[in-house]
């Protein structure tokens, strides 16, 4: 961090007199395609996905929901399908994340420029539960929000 007349800038960009949130996870996310066996591997889509911990921000200062998931639609893939919705269950399962406390953005290829928040409804079936994904556009708070990560 750097300190300033401002303020401190951190090295994620956001400047402020308190501790910025922290991205757990910078990376790419790969849905792969089944090839037949000894075939070049393919990816049918890719987001770049970031995960921030906006606890980590200020402890003090509890938030609705503690992450932001972002993905961003990579050029290329042969599916239309979000990431929530082929991905979600994995990308939560790797940073045990609970879906009720994740604000999860994405955009869509076919959509350029616009962000859409995903709403999750829980599902029982048997013992085991599944979450359906219907999206909305991003409210003017949570597109602040993600801004220094876009």
């Known amino acids: 961090m750097v300190q300033t007349a401002q303020g401190v ?3 994620i960009g956001r400047t402020g007199n308190q501790k910025d949130a922290m ?3 910078d990376g790419t996310y790969m849905l792969e395609r089944k090839e037949d066996p000894g075939a ?3 990816h049918a889509c890719a987001w770049r ?3 921030i911990d906006l ?3 200020d402890p003090s200062h509890p938030h609705i929901r503690s992450h932001i998931v972002l993905a961003l639609r990579k050029e290329g893939g042969i599916f239309k399908t979000s990431c929530a919705e082929s991905l979600g269950k994995r990308i939560c399962a790797d940073f045990d994340l609970q879906v009720e406390d994740v604000l999860w953005i994405e955009t869509f290829p076919d959509l350029p420029g616009e962000l859409y928040a ?3 409804t829980a599902k029982y079936h048997e013992a085991d539960m ?3 994904v219907a999206w909305r556009p991003v409210l003017d708070n949570e597109r602040a929000a993600v801004a220094p990560w876009i």
């Open 9 to 11: 800038i951190s090295p």
């Open 23 to 25: 991205i757990v996870f």
């Open 40 to 42: 070049t591997p393919a």
């Open 49 to 51: 996905v970031k995960v």
């Open 55 to 57: 606890s980590s921000a």
């Open 118 to 120: 995903a709403v999750f």
């Open 130 to 132: 599944h979450y359906s």
